[in-house]
């Protein structure tokens, strides 16, 4: 059975920190990897989209990487900010059809400014 | 502006009284889904619809109905709500294929 799991917890860093936050998952099968922030009491927001065929993927100051055969993932934040303070979620999706998404429990960033 | 849409946000009802939490996406996509969202034991698929007209379970459905009678709308039913259901519902969806997954703001649902 697949598992997701996000490492650290939580996480705390001064603004400007460039910063990783790592994603594991135990079968390699997968068809693709996503990358959610989540507000407090808010949704889901998709950062970045990763397929099975890529190896990173980039949009502005975050920079996700995906490693098949290792099972792991990373979320770079370049230079990060107060407003980049939320829960990251980590989430696989083990085939084409409809199953769910295999979500991490998530890390969650502070920054201060 | 690409979105999908729930509602009510926020609910406060009791025990057995049906309701009907509704979702609408302007995306044109065929796949859509209903997630939960408890502490602790993180999001779990409730059920989900791969195009008009056809749905399936998904990990906990138990206690809910769906329904898929329009591409852009799928509604979550709770015929007799209880206590256990509780909870942070989240309405999502995609295009069948490769697409990224797109959620909803969410619909807090207390169940006294």
């Known amino acids: 059975k697949q598992e997701v799991t996000q490492i650290p917890a939580a996480l705390s860093v001064p603004e400007g920190e460039n910063l990783v936050l790592n994603c594991s998952f135990t079968d390699s099968a997968i068809y693709n990897l996503q990358w959610f922030r989540q507000d407090p009491g808010k949704g889901l927001t998709s950062l970045l989209l990763i397929q099975s065929s890529q190896r990173e993927q980039t949009s502005g100051r975050l920079n996700a990487s995906l490693d098949k055969s290792s099972g792991r993932s990373t979320l770079y934040i370049a230079a990060s900010q107060p407003g980049d303070s939320a829960t990251y979620l980590c989430a696989v999706r083990p085939n084409q059809a409809g199953t769910a998404l295999i979500f991490g429990k998530g890390t969650t960033l502070s920054v201060s400014s | 502006e690409a979105q999908v849409t729930q509602n009510p946000r926020y609910l406060i009802t009791v025990t057995g009284k049906k309701l009907t939490v509704t979702c609408s996406q302007n995306m044109n996509h065929e796949y859509m889904s209903w997630y939960r969202q408890d502490p602790g034991l993180g999001l779990r698929q409730i059920y989900y619809s791969m195009n008009v007209e056809v749905t399936d379970k998904g990990d906990v459905p138990e206690g809910y109905k769906v329904s898929r009678k329009e591409k852009r709308n799928f509604p979550l039913i709770l015929e007799s709500p209880s206590p256990n259901q509780t909870s942070l519902y989240f309405c999502?969806?995609?295009?069948?294929?490769?697409?990224?997954?797109?959620f909803g703001e969410g619909s807090r649902l207390t169940v006294l």
């Open positions: 999502a969806s995609r295009r069948v294929g490769a697409g990224e997954l797109f």
